[in-house]
């Protein structure tokens, strides 16, 4: 009788225990909800599927760039090197990353990277106005000649004409 008892309740401490780990291995593929309010749903496939729609494609990326260049622009303008050399940064940052997202775009993008966009960044390290504002110039210039390659020739970048904020005036 007290074997069976003990026989009756290490089954049970078997299956709960089994249970358990089935509920943890479900744990650890990622099934549960995650984020505010569960917004984050499916299995763990699924979620990565939504994260990665989340960070947005190359429009993303271009829309980061086209604000920081039009800050480095004025960073130039105002001598501020410093702001020009974070900005040239950050949008070396911001393309990588995108092209992470969106290898299609690596080649034309790598080669904006290392010619039009090391060439301003010497005029930055020269500290060189003049430098800056014409190879500033065949940098729009090679922002456009990708956008006909990419096949967006209705996006036309120009020199800016106003400032989006004051922070980067000294
Ligand atoms: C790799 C080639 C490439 C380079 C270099 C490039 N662009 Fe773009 N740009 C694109 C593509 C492709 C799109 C359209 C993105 C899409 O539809 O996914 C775009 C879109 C844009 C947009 C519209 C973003 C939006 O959705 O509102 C802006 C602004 C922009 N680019 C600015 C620039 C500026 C400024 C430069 C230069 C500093 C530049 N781009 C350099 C390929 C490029």
Not at 41 to 67: H, N, P
Not at 79 to 107: D, K, L, S, V
Request: glycine residues 8%.
């Amino acid at each position: 009788m007290r074997y069976a008892l003990y026989s009756i309740a290490l089954t049970v401490t078997t299956a709960c225990g089994l249970v358990g780990i089935v509920a943890c291995e479900q744990q650890n593929l990622g099934d549960a909800p995650a984020g505010s309010d569960g917004w984050l749903a499916g299995d763990a496939q699924q979620k990565f599927e939504t994260i990665a729609d989340q960070f947005g494609g190359f429009s993303q990326t271009m829309v980061e760039v086209g604000y920081r260049y039009t800050e480095l622009y004025w960073a130039g303008k105002d001598e501020n090197w410093e702001f020009a050399a974070y900005q040239i940064e950050h949008i070396e940052e911001a393309m990588e990353a995108g092209i992470q997202r969106r290898p299609a775009r690596g080649r034309s993008a790598g080669m904006f990277m290392d010619s039009a966009l090391a060439a301003l960044s010497e005029a930055v390290e020269h500290q060189d106005q003049d430098m800056f504002r014409q190879r500033f110039e065949q940098l729009a210039t090679n922002c456009n000649a990708c956008h006909a390659m990419e096949e967006v020739s209705f996006i036309q970048v120009r020199i800016p004409t106003e400032r989006y904020r004051p922070w980067g005036a000294p």
